[in-house]
């Protein structure tokens, strides 16, 4: 079970940090991604991280958003700066088993219930 936590209202230039806490199994082992959401639009991919430590930014993240994880606490962060109006969306976690294809949302197993991210202009 995966469950987001730290969304929120923040205005434009702000910073969020958003968790992702992991249950039920150990995922250091698996590739951990966040995708993000808004409405009307089609799940759009944030950023993954390979367990071996590899991590992949979406152009729209490259430079202000970055992610980090805790094995001891099996918790996956997302640290959001310099948010933009067009960031405002469901930011969603998942883990993927596979190693490949990792932007693309089908290749994620499972999945949190998503957190609501909205910054005021």
């Known amino acids: 079970q995966l469950v987001e936590s730290g969304g929120g209202l923040v205005q434009a230039g702000g910073s969020l940090r958003l968790s992702c806490a992991a249950s039920?199994?150990?995922?250091?082992?698996?590739?951990m991604g966040w995708f993000r959401q808004a409405p009307g639009k089609e799940r759009e991919f944030v950023v993954f991280?390979?367990?071996?430590?590899?991590?992949y930014y979406a152009d729209s993240a490259k430079g202000r958003f970055t992610i980090s994880g805790d094995n001891a606490k099996n918790t996956v962060y997302l640290q959001m700066n310099s948010l933009k109006p067009e960031d405002t969306a469901v930011y969603y976690c998942?883990?993927?088993?596979?190693?490949?294809?990792?932007?693309?949302?089908?290749?994620?197993?499972?999945w949190g219930q998503g957190t609501q991210v909205t910054v005021s202009s």
């Open positions: 998942a883990v993927s088993t596979r190693n490949y294809g990792l932007n693309y949302a089908s290749n994620y197993d499972y």
């Open positions: 991280s390979r367990s071996g430590g590899n991590t």
């Open positions: 039920g199994r150990t995922f250091s082992t698996y590739a």
